[in-house]
Every structure is written in C-alpha cells, then in structure tokens.
C-alpha cells in the first residue's frame, strides 16, 4: 500500500482559508481515487471530499462550495483547498487513497491507504 503524509493543517480564525496537501510515496496513476476525511473530539470520521480517476467530485454537503478537492501532479497525491472556514471545521484531517473506484465515494471502507492527520483549529 502506498504510504501518504498530510501537511498544511494549523490555526485560523473563522472565515480563513487553509490549504491542505497529501503526498505519497510513490507516483499514483490517474486511476487512483482519493479522498479527504475528518474526525472531531467525540465524533466518528466523516468523509469531506473524494475525487476519481476521471477528477469527478463529490463533497460533504456541510463544506460544498467552502471547500475544493484536487489531484496534484507526481508524488503530490491531492490538496484539500478549505476557504471560509468555520469552528465546526476543526477536526484531525485525514488523507485516504485507493488504486480504484467506480465513482468519487465518501466511505472510508473504500479506501486502502491512509495517512496519519494533520489538525485543523478554526476559533471564534
């Protein structure tokens, strides 16, 4: 399975922007499915975004429109784009990977390879 490492978490007042990045291991091919999860103190993980090998989209309905899920270019697997960022959006934010998919899902059973979370803090 091929190893992935988060960066770019951090603290921000609510309404700023942070951009999140996953690297890999080794260089996906374009069929690799990709994903951006969450888990807050007390909650279970949810899925935030994912993207399939033909770069279709699909968001967590609380952060569509605020947030923007791209692949990246030989080991930079994808970048989580997150702008007018609210309280609620503070959560250990996890990158997922899988060597395929039949569309861009949100289920972490789907997903193979995990990185180990990088914290987002949005304050008041």
């Known amino acids: 399975q091929v190893h992935l490492e988060e960066s770019g978490g951090g603290s921000v007042q609510a309404g700023g922007s942070l951009r999140l990045s996953c690297a890999a291991s080794?260089?996906?091919?374009?069929?690799?499915?990709l994903a951006w999860f969450r888990q807050a103190p007390g909650k279970e993980r949810e899925g935030v975004a994912a993207i399939d090998g033909s770069r279709r989209t699909t968001y967590l309905p609380s952060v569509k429109g605020r947030f923007t899920i791209s692949k990246g270019n030989a080991n930079a697997a994808s970048y989580l784009q997150m702008n007018s960022l609210k309280p609620e959006d503070t959560a250990v934010y996890y990158c997922a990977a899988n060597r395929w998919c039949w569309s861009p899902r949100l289920t972490s059973s789907d997903y193979a390879s995990w990185g180990q979370g990088t914290q987002v803090t949005v304050s008041s």
């Open positions: 080794e260089r996906l091919t374009s069929n690799y499915c």
